[in-house]
């Protein structure tokens, strides 16, 4: 029986790596773990939101059918999670860090709440049926930073939790406790008006007053460490997930980290001034008010130049620090004489458009950016290859179970990656991707139900009762920059697109109905 290390890192795009050449990150054991692993270059998300597509890997079901489609619902706590399969097979399960399968209660989600009730009244009607109506978050932000909150055996098929909840270097959950402990109080002395440097352009960039070493990324990083340890005294299997909070916005690490690059040498994307010529209106609004990025965003919006120079170099510094970290994880399973005994699986919840065509964050585009994240899978007995097929998170859980031989998840809409592993065919002709927001955006009301199709040759989204539909020819346009929906010489490819959208829905319609809970 193998074990397994499972790391995520929050709102990583899948180029956002060393040996992928893009920007000039380092990232030295996310190299060598790609190198020495099987590397998915076409791996898309089933939602470019965070709770829905964290539910999707959980699972290996699409956000229409656990139910989990817009932040602020909690994913039903009876799931079937691929964390309970190996559990129910006899695997010790943990994880640490951010989880975000329950509302972390941050004012924008707050916010989505109560659109969800007046526009989604289905939806939460379902929830209280599963909850009730005296529901407290187990992840609640507010609820962590003023006591320790052990969160219950079995959460979502995991008997250990050492959590974080928030965004930025304010992070809440179990990791407040510990860095008191030490004598910092996060709640008090971080975040931005505690910063030692903060980016006048956008007070999303700043250099954190965290010091490096009581820095929710080095807490979860002790938190897995220690247990990789703790594992290595006993003879039972065990599933580790470790889920970092950054490199989410807001983009503030540590001083450490902060200085590694000079926001002058970050490089621009080839389509960061897109003239969006055939784009939707609400997108050239955007472009329109290039530079405001009002109060506090928290979703797509244009940044100026510089603006994307300074929010590219703090990021590339909380990768860095991922990395250093994702280091100290391999070499404790080296030194507890567990490495090849152990699969260590890395991806993230969702991208970021990050600069490409002139946009930052995500929410209402599918641009490549923001759709496809990183997947590495190191396994025992499995070489180093490089699969360009398409790939979905949700086959992340259907590939673990059956990579531990545990307990299937007969309910799973993705497909194991294992035969493609082993030099068989991929697994999808084409994927959709679902987003369901209760609020809209300038140009663009609410609810938005955006609804995309991903081929080998092409890219179609349409946004149901708006008339909005994007076209775009991978083949010869994989940057995605001329919008061919209204282009009489794309009528087949329009036609193609609509008829792969059509059957993905009828086969994820199929399944809905499927039960996937752990009894």
């Not at 009581?214 to 005294?233: C, F, G, I, N, Q």
């Amino acid at each position: 029986m193998v074990n397994i290390v499972m790391i995520m890192a929050d709102q990583l795009r899948s180029d956002h790596l060393g040996f992928m050449g893009k920007v000039p990150v380092k990232t030295p054991h996310l190299d060598r773990l790609a190198r020495g692993g099987q590397v998915f270059t076409n791996t898309y998300v089933t939602n470019p939101v965070c709770m829905p597509n964290r539910a999707s890997i959980m699972t290996g079901r699409w956000p229409s059918a656990h139910g989990l489609r817009t932040n602020g619902i909690p994913l039903d706590p009876e799931a079937f999670t691929f964390a309970r399969s190996l559990r129910s097979a006899g695997w010790v399960t943990s994880a640490v860090g951010k989880l975000h399968f329950q509302p972390m209660g941050y004012p924008f989600e707050d916010y989505q709440l109560d659109e969800i009730k007046q526009v989604m009244p289905a939806l939460w009607e379902q929830a209280i049926d599963r909850f009730g109506g005296d529901f407290v978050s187990w992840e609640d932000y507010e609820r962590h930073s003023k006591e320790e909150v052990v969160l219950p055996v079995d959460y979502y098929g995991f008997d250990d939790v050492a959590l974080t909840s928030g965004h930025g270097d304010r992070i809440s959950g179990n990791y407040v406790q510990w860095a008191r402990s030490r004598g910092f109080d996060p709640m008090e002395q971080a975040g931005v008006a505690h910063s030692r440097n903060v980016y006048p352009g956008w007070n999303h960039v700043y250099e954190s007053a965290v010091p490096a070493e009581l820095h929710a990324t080095t807490y979860v990083t002790d938190m897995a460490v220690e247990r990789v340890k703790l594992y290595s005294e006993s003879n039972e299997p065990f599933l580790l997930y470790v889920s970092f909070p950054d490199p989410h916005h807001p983009f503030a690490p540590p001083t450490e980290y902060w200085n590694r690059h000079l926001p002058q040498d970050m490089p621009v994307p080839d389509s960061f001034h897109d003239a969006h010529l055939g784009s939707p209106a609400y997108v050239r609004k955007m472009i329109d008010n290039q530079g405001s990025p009002n109060i506090d965003p928290m979703m797509v919006w244009a940044p100026t130049e510089d603006q994307y120079r300074h929010a590219l170099a703090a990021e590339l510094g909380s990768i860095e620090f991922i990395d250093d970290s994702v280091g100290r994880i391999l070499d404790a399973l080296e030194n507890t004489g567990q490495a090849q005994e152990t699969i260590v699986i890395f991806t993230s919840d969702h991208g970021d458009v990050f600069g490409d065509h002139g946009l930052m964050l995500k929410h209402f585009t599918h641009y490549q950016g923001v759709v496809k994240v990183p997947l590495i899978i190191s396994a025992p007995g499995y070489g180093h290859a490089v699969h360009h097929e398409l790939v979905s998170s949700a086959d992340i859980a259907p590939t673990v179970v059956e990579l531990a031989g545990a307990v299937p998840l007969k309910a799973a809409q993705g497909q194991s990656l294992v035969p493609l592993m082993e030099g068989g065919a991929g697994p999808h002709e084409a994927l959709i991707i679902e987003e369901d927001q209760p609020f809209g955006i300038d140009g663009l009301p609410g609810p938005v139900r955006m609804r995309t199709v991903v081929t080998s040759d092409l890219r179609l989204t349409l946004i149901a009762g708006q008339g909005i539909v994007e076209l775009y020819d991978l083949r010869v346009d994989p940057h995605e920059l001329v919008n061919l929906a209204d282009e009489a010489e794309a009528t087949e490819l329009l036609a193609a697109g609509r008829a792969a959208l059509l059957e993905q829905v009828v086969l994820l319609l199929d399944d809905t109905s499927v039960p996937f809970h752990a009894a």
